[in-house]
């Protein structure tokens, strides 16, 4: 069983990406077991002042729950065509402590749910960007931006979530069926490691610069 933690981008209470998140559990291949962050809220900006040991309850939890899982699943909306404030600031908690960040070595899908139809490919790219260079592996394709959202999420009053558009759920289905594969290969945790192994000495120069600078 791969632990996949389920953040949304959306601090409002009927969100369309929670939703969206709330739908993928019916869509999932066997083998993935899903747990919701809502704690996204809770962090404070992030602050090098209070990156310290020990972390802020809010930033402990956060980085608890991304360390523990095997894969994210990201489902966000675009602001201003890029990713929304407080899903950089989760990112950027749960980037350190350099040495051993917590977001490293996980399989990731990036999903954005819209009432729209010409947005969320930039929120999509910038997320993606983030978490590639955090050593994460990405699904790649298909991209999944759920058009419409307002229409084609329906929540049943048992509070599950039916989507209504065909070829989004096709489209999900793929990029689950491909985590589970990668999850279970541990091929984002290989690459990951080769990485680090590979470029040791840059990754202990770049660290000892950061380290340099923070003293000055």
């Known amino acids: 069983m791969s632990r996949v933690l389920a953040i949304s ?18 869509l999932a291949p ?14 404070p900006l992030y602050d090098a002042d209070l990156d310290v040991e020990p972390a802020p309850p809010a930033v402990a939890r956060l980085r608890d729950a991304v ?10 909306p675009e602001y201003l065509h ?29 999903l954005v749910a819209t009432t ?3 947005f969320g490919f930039r929120a999509l790219a910038e997320a ?26 329906v929540t049943e009053p048992d509070g599950t979530v039916r989507i209504t558009d065909p070829v989004a759920v096709k489209l999900l289905r793929i990029q689950l069926n491909m985590l589970a594969d ?7 945790g290989v690459v990951s490691e080769s990485l680090r192994v590979h470029a040791a000495d840059m990754f202990a120069e770049a ?3 950061r380290a340099a600078a923070s003293a000055g």
């Open 116 to 118: 729209g139809r010409a």
């Open 128 to 153: 993606t960007q983030v978490f590639v260079h955090l050593r994460n592996t990405v699904i790649p394709a298909p991209e999944v931006v759920v058009n419409a959202a307002h229409d084609v999420l």
């Open 207 to 209: 660290a000892a610069a």
């Open 82 to 110: 890029g990713l929304p404030g407080v899903v950089k600031n989760a990112l950027d908690w749960a980037s350190r402590p350099v040495a051993d960040p917590p977001l490293c070595g996980k399989g990731v899908v990036v």
């Open 182 to 188: 990668v999850l279970s290969a541990k091929a984002a």
């Open 30 to 43: 066997e083998g993935l077991e899903f747990e919701v962050f809502d704690g996204l809220g809770d962090l």
């Open 67 to 76: 360390r523990a899982a095997d894969g994210i699943v990201l489902a966000t």
């Open 9 to 26: 981008g959306s601090l409002r209470d009927g969100s369309y990406n929670s939703a969206l998140l709330r739908a993928l559990p019916a």
